[in-house]
């Protein structure tokens, strides 16, 4: 049986298939499904921070900023903080983003190397593990300014 959905789903869905149509030649899917919020905070990346994504192709590297550094933007929508899968490759840099979806807004919780974040992490695991958002919090305000990336892109 099909049906028609509803009024305010349909927007969901037509603001979803405006962003896959303007992402469309990274292969951001915006999947409303577990891969939105990832997809959600690369493209937030991109405009902020003018990262050329890579699409799926590069596991553990979400793009390239401005200045050749390798990427991995993270994002969440909850208070939790982010999730790790063990890959191989390992990006120069990671964004770390929280959502305000209420709020309707975005928050920076941490732009600076990956490496002191991939330290919290076991050397070995299987499936994904998080990293508290105090955690990345409390690492971001050791970052030197050198070390973060610049916005290319104002934010509010």
């Given at each position: 049986m099909k049906f028609e959905l509803p009024p305010s789903i349909q927007k969901l869905i037509a603001a979803r298939n405006e962003l896959k149509a303007h992402y469309s030649a990274v292969d951001l899917h915006f999947t409303l499904d577990g891969n939105l919020v990832g997809d959600l905070g690369e493209a937030v990346a991109a405009e902020l921070f003018g990262?050329?994504?890579?699409g799926r192709s590069n596991e553990g590297i979400d793009g390239y900023a401005p200045d050749g550094r390798?990427?991995?933007g993270k994002a969440s929508?909850?208070?939790r903080?982010?999730?790790f899968r063990p890959v191989e490759t390992h990006a120069d840099h990671l964004l770390f983003?929280?959502?305000d979806y209420d709020g309707?807004?975005?928050?920076v919780i941490y732009n600076g190397p990956e490496q002191?974040?991939?330290?919290?992490l076991p050397s070995t695991w299987v499936n994904q593990r998080p990293v508290s958002a105090p955690a990345l919090r409390r690492l971001n305000q050791l970052v030197a300014d050198a070390d973060r990336l610049p916005?290319?892109?104002?934010?509010?």
């Open positions: 990262l050329r994504l890579t390798s990427v991995q929508g909850t208070k903080g982010a999730a983003f929280h959502f309707c807004y975005g928050e002191p974040i991939r330290e919290l916005l290319t892109s104002k934010a509010n």
